[in-house]
Nanobody, 115 residues
Framework: QVQLVESGGGLVQPGGSLRLSCAATGIMFYMYATDWYRQAPGKQRELVAK???????DYEDSVKGRFTISRDNAENTVYLKMNSLKPEDTAVYYC?????????WGQGTQVTVSS
């Protein structure tokens, strides 16, 4: 059974940083592409960053240069380091993975950027 658990969200001032973690059980992340999405109130869930099985990385334009996705195979964890946070980054952040045609999501972690 695949389970994803996010952590690391919280309240941060504009310009601050957070590191989100996504830990998996039931799969090994290095075998699959993994992504981070976010959903702000009243908006659709949007892709933020993705890391493929081979390690290729892509970012949504608004986070390029500020966010970094990475994977620790030994810890079986995917991270999202977020720097220079802006109020518009406020959202619930979800990690996700497709395993043999089935989509799995974590429970989400709230990130609030506010002074």
């Amino acid at each position: 059974q695949v389970q994803l658990v996010e952590s690391g969200g919280g309240l941060v001032q504009p310009g601050g940083s957070l590191r989100l973690s996504c830990a998996a059980t039931g799969i090994m992340f290095y075998m699959y592409a993994t992504d981070w999405y976010r959903q702000a109130p009243g908006k659709q869930r949007e892709l933020v960053a993705k890391i493929t099985r081979g390690g290729s990385i892509d970012y949504e334009d608004s986070v390029k240069g500020r966010f970094t996705i990475s994977r620790d195979n030994a810890e079986n964890t995917v991270y999202l380091k977020m720097n220079s946070l802006k109020p518009e980054d406020t959202a619930v952040y979800y990690c996700g993975v497709d395993v043999w045609g089935s989509r799995y999501w974590g429970q989400g972690t709230q990130v609030t950027v506010s002074s």
